[in-house]
């Protein structure tokens, strides 16, 4: 059974940093894409970037461009999401998943499997 565990959220001032981590566990996941999602109270779940598993390929958000990282550890099956430059409107559940049908800015509905998120808040 795929599991996902997302860590490293917590409460942050505006212009700080923080690094997420996702635990990905149950099968290979070589040939998978894993993505990152975040979710603020009132809208939708919006995509932030996604990473292949097998060659390292990414795909951003125009909004994250230049301020996050995504990035993995073959070795320790874990993706990353390095946030600099933080700001209040990034405040929202940071959600890690994943999928082996493709690669590419996808909606939501394009993952399998889902993390149960970890909380990112940024004050002013």
């Known amino acids: 059974q795929v599991q996902l565990a997302e860590s490293g959220g917590g409460s942050v001032q505006a212009g700080g940093s923080l690094r997420l981590s996702c635990a990905a566990s149950?099968?290979?996941?070589?040939?998978?894409?894993m993505g990152w999602f975040r979710q603020a109270p009132g809208k939708e779940r919006e995509f932030i970037a996604t990473?292949?598993?097998?060659?390292?390929?990414?795909r951003y958000a125009d909004f994250v461009k230049g301020r996050f990282t995504i990035s993995r550890d073959n070795a320790k099956n874990t993706v990353y999401l390095q946030m600099n430059s933080l700001k209040p409107e990034d405040t929202a559940l940071y959600y890690c998943a994943s999928t082996p049908k493709r690669f590419g800015e996808l909606p939501s509905t394009g993952y399998d499997f889902w993390g149960q998120g970890t909380q990112v808040t940024v004050s002013s």
């Open positions: 990473i292949r598993w097998s060659d390292g390929s990414t």
């Open positions: 149950g099968r290979t996941f070589s040939r998978d894409s």
